[in-house]
């Protein structure tokens, strides 16, 4: 039963182009979201979060959009650079006694071709 | 500053040998986070501590998977006997446990024969 869902496996941008990604979860109780990206032979790194209380959260190039009753999050990255290219995974967390536990999709791969 | 230290960064063993790996996370932190990826399911949460205590296990697969955290600054991720279907790159992770950013090790990567 996975409770994030990134249904793209992967995405194929133009450089310069916007790449948007996309998430769907099913727990209500989840109330912080989070993008992290993957390069080969590294660990997660994390990129942008957004709050439940928001519906946009903007860092540079990159954006993060929830819409709360579609239970759905994009993250927006214009405009994409090759370096871009690696694995993002969206990760949600509910906040819980022992803090925040964090569910991960599946992870899309995001390739920039220049 | 040093970030989460995981050993070994690859492993090659036989089905049926003891796997043990080492994770330290950054100091500071009180929350640590094993995790595995792989192709179907992305990244899995297994176990998670707080203050060195074990908080959530549900996601061990099974019986043959066990984690210590003895101290503040080491954690264990064992399997025995390992199987060819624990072959996957295992994640620890690290955070303050008010926090909702985790800091990931590079990982180690399993393979069982």
């Known amino acids: 039963d996975q409770q994030v869902k990134q249904n793209s496996p992967s995405l194929s941008v133009q450089e310069g182009r916007i790449s948007i990604l996309n998430c769907d979860y099913t727990?209500?109780?989840?109330?912080?979201f989070l993008w992290y990206k993957k390069y080969p032979a590294e660990g997660p790194t994390f990129l942008i979060s957004?709050?439940?209380?928001?519906d946009k959260n903007e860092d540079g190039r990159f954006t993060v959009f929830l819409n709360k009753s579609a239970k759905h999050l994009s993250l927006h990255i214009v405009p994409s650079q090759p370096g871009d290219s690696a694995v993002y995974f969206c990760?949600?967390?509910?906040?819980?006694?022992?803090?925040?536990?964090?569910?991960f999709g599946a992870g899309t791969i995001l390739r920039v071709k220049s | 500053d040093a970030g989460v230290i995981q050993s070994p960064r690859h492993e090659v063993t036989e089905m049926g040998q003891e796997v043990t790996l080492r994770c330290k996370p950054i100091?500071?932190?009180?929350?640590l986070f094993w995790y595995r990826q792989t192709m179907m399911r992305g990244l899995e949460l297994l176990i998670y501590?707080?203050?060195?205590?074990?908080?959530?296990d549900s996601g061990m697969p099974e019986d043959r998977f066990s984690a210590k955290m003895p101290n503040a600054s080491f954690s264990t991720l064992k399997i025995q006997p390992s199987e060819p279907r624990d072959s996957a790159v295992y994640f620890c992770?690290?955070?303050?446990?008010?926090?909702?950013?985790?800091?990931f090790g590079e990982g180690s990567r399993l393979t069982v024969l």
């Open positions: 990760a949600a967390s509910a906040q819980g006694e022992y803090g925040n536990k964090l569910v």
């Open positions: 992770a690290s955070s303050l446990m008010a926090a909702g950013e985790l800091f």
């Open positions: 727990n209500s109780m989840f109330d912080y």
């Open positions: 957004i709050s439940s209380i928001k």
């Open positions: 100091s500071g932190h009180n929350s």
């Open positions: 501590f707080n203050n060195n205590v074990p908080i959530d």
